[in-house]
């Protein structure tokens, strides 16, 4: 019982950091509000891998690969900063790479917290 009542909690917090913009919360318009961003959405894709794994909706073989797949993500968000310090288009351009990298794994956790 409790391990639904957590998987559910994650997937109705995964579905509302989508659904911010809808919400009324500003969209995140600087680099620096991108960035913190995408770093907040790493940490909460490795919370809501944790929490699926867990509840048996995601194997272990798929946890890893994500959570391997969001270490990329991490250290692509510190290149993007890393490279916007002196060059930023190219800074942005990488940022927003990773974050359409990001918008596809949110897409595949929220599809197995309704699936499997």
């Known amino acids: 019982m409790r391990k639904t009542s957590y998987a559910a909690f994650w997937a109705a917090l995964l579905v509302m950091l989508t659904a911010c913009q809808t919400l009324g919360v500003a969209t995140p318009q600087t680099f620096n509000e991108r960035l913190a961003a995408g770093y907040t959405t790493v940490t909460a894709a490795r919370d809501t ?68």
């Open 49 to 116: 891998t944790a929490t699926l794994l867990t509840s048996g909706k995601l194997s272990a073989s798929d946890a890893q690969n994500t959570q391997a797949q969001l270490d990329n993500a991490r250290t692509g968000l510190d290149l993007a900063r890393e490279i916007h310090a002196t060059n930023p288009p190219a800074g942005d351009a990488k940022l927003d790479a990773i974050v359409t990298g990001l918008t596809a794994l949110q897409a595949y956790l929220q599809s197995r917290t309704r699936g499997s």
